[in-house]
């Protein structure tokens, strides 16, 4: 791990692109790893970048274009002929060259395609933009070796050797029948330590894990976990063979899908970046602040309707933003727990116990942050009576925001919609109006007003 | 994907296990995947799972038990003798082997070591358990397949051949000199395609990604997942192989590493799931919930300090919760963007920088939120002045909030200190606090009392 992008070598970099020194670059960059060079260019200007990625060679470009941010590869391919983005995409795997294809303007995509020489290569190409990015299928690349079970071993070997020369990372060998119906699959260690006289059909093992096309990313992903797969077959509905998923994209879809949640749970919609635009900053801030600022409105205007308290029950109204945040805290605990659970496909028992457990939680919680603050303000103040009422009240509003924590992302997850998003500013939000609105209710009542 | 958990089935089972019909469950569960048996045990009761592990077969059950909650396995062990445990060990690779024996009480690890058969395994597996949990050595298996960069391809196979029967996954075959230090590797894929008759020596790849023996997990996950590898060597400080780390004990990390700053982004400590107990939620959550206490019971202070505002300027108190919440929310972001940079090491430029954008954010945010509720307040209340007072504070308090959010995480980062703590309700409660002050002093010096 000897390589790091150090500002010497960004510097470096610089000053040969001005020179177009050539021969120094492709001696400085030629032998690095292109996930390396990836990072270096992210350091570099756009024309800088676009002169690196036109001097390497397209099998190292190739690569380094996979790797880079998303807005960096829009910049440099909009700087690229489309003969020459046909160039890197035949370097690619199919995968990985549809997610470029269909990252292109709509009018450039037939033209790119048009300049891919490999016919086999475009027609897989067509095929993967026809599934939805989010399912197996739009995970998973054509490239696999499959062999016949109708094979002998000699032809087998022989197939496999020709399949495996544009296979990056050979798993499984997928046996086939003459359909093309997945019937099972040869481990490659089973090859090592088989005798090569063999027949197909009698040494395969017919057991294999395959996922269908239209299944989802995260229950592929799901699965590929539980099972601990490094590789997994994708068929169409009637078993055919169709492509192969790899752990290293699933890992992609765990980490984005952790980052999505965070980000929800923080109040940030979109896949923004500490590097991304003020302008896609405030885009993906600003609602999640906006629903905050109205959750806010409601509050005041709810303290309003108490005004007539204010003289004679000033400290009421110090302890709003306590209840409100206790409220807030409580609630997304609460749905941060469902939300993981929901996520990792663990959670086990019904709504109504899930409930009832968080119920009690909320009671234990609630009793001893409600005793505290009794004390507290019994000392603070002295009238035993607003003591009671502000605890009272707390114990009551934690009890709420615990429920309406569990509930809300169970009842999002059932209708389908993602239940991450119940977890940030929405829950805040809404359990900061309840609870003021719960508190204000129970004091008067206590109160006896 | 045809086993599924149903009621049905787990009825099923405890109905033969109550009639101890051994031969109906071997046939119900003999040929499951270890995953989904793992699932089944953890909805049976400890009797119930611990008869089922003693009669199946140790190589199935070891696995099983790999899979299973960690509370539960912890149970199970202790109705196995440690005769009964050493067999499981046995047929586990050795990372995992390692992981349940330092699982187990002190006084009996030594013991069900010493019930272990075969004395390589013994070897390496006390070997992992000196090394931290969360280093690459605490990650590292010893199975690899290994060959002498000295033999020929003929003594390469054969030995190959053995060792491949021990190691689960084939990924790479690693070329060590006579010293055991690691000089490169060889590829299975290249092995299929090139001649039987070539000298190891010749056909090696030098160039082979290693990591430290003490680096340490996150790191390692880090760079698997940059150069996209699906294994990697672990060599000590002068390069001698002691073991590899496979991709699927990465993904393991990756979930871990991100469900723990999500729950600590939402106020829980420990690594909770929602089916633990009662006791052990109060413990990781109760903690956060007391910071919210303090937080609120300050504001409360504060608020009464300025109590002598309250009967001519009462609608300065009805906004506090939402300039809490505004703190709150705004510092809650910006520390979930830098946490989330920190841990994909793709943060750029200086803190200097960092602030700065954060501020020009904040200040873009805070404009318009501070327009918005400038017009309301106006509207509802009356008053341009009280209307100013408020909008202004709320302006100010999100460029502080922002700010502070920013300036956090990277401090803590700075001193070593896991960032992800300053999401959750730290951030959001002295900004609250912070919030209310500026919020009433801001107000004071507009209003000029």
Redesign the interface.
Known sequence: ?AFEITKELIEQVRVFVQQKDDSMLLELLGEE?H?DIAELL??LNLEQATYIIKLLDSELTSDILIEIDEDVREKILKNLSAKEIAEELEELDTDDAADIVAELPEERQENVIAHIEDEEHVKDIVELLTYDENSAGGLMAKELVKVNENWNVTRCVRE??AQ??S?T??HSIYVVGNEGKLKGRLS??DL??TSTKTHISEIYIPKV???NVNDKAEDVAI?M????L?AIPVVDDKYHLLGRIT??D??DV??EE??K???L????TED????DT?FE??RA??P???L??I???G???I??NF?SL??QH??L??????????A???G??S????V??LA?N???GSIRD?LF?EF??AV??GL??SI??FG?TWI?HGSILTSIAISISLFVVIIFAGIIGTFIPLFLDRRNIDPAIA???FI??SN?ILG?LIYFMIAKLVLGI
Chains 1, 2 share one sequence.
Do not use: C
Not at 225 to 228: A, G, L, P, V
Not at 317 to 326: D, K, S, V
């Open positions: 791990m790893h996930a992210d350091d496999m050797r495996a020369e296979v990372r050979v490659l260690k090592l330590v894990d395959a996922v699965i976990q539980k099972y601990d490094e752990i290293d699933i890992v765990i980490k952790a980052e949640d965070y980000q749970a923080a109040g940030i923004v970046e500490a590097d003020i900053h405030t801030r600003l999640w602040l906006f905050g600022l959750g806010g409105v509050a005041a205007a303290m309003g005004e204010i003289s000033a400290i109204f110090f302890f709003t933003p306590l209840i409100a945040a206790m807030g805290n409580v997304v605990q749905s941060a727990i469902i993981q659970g990792n663990d959670l086990k899930r457990k009690l939680l234990v919680n001893i942050l505290l603050l507290y603070w977890t940030g500013p805040t939000t900061d003021i």
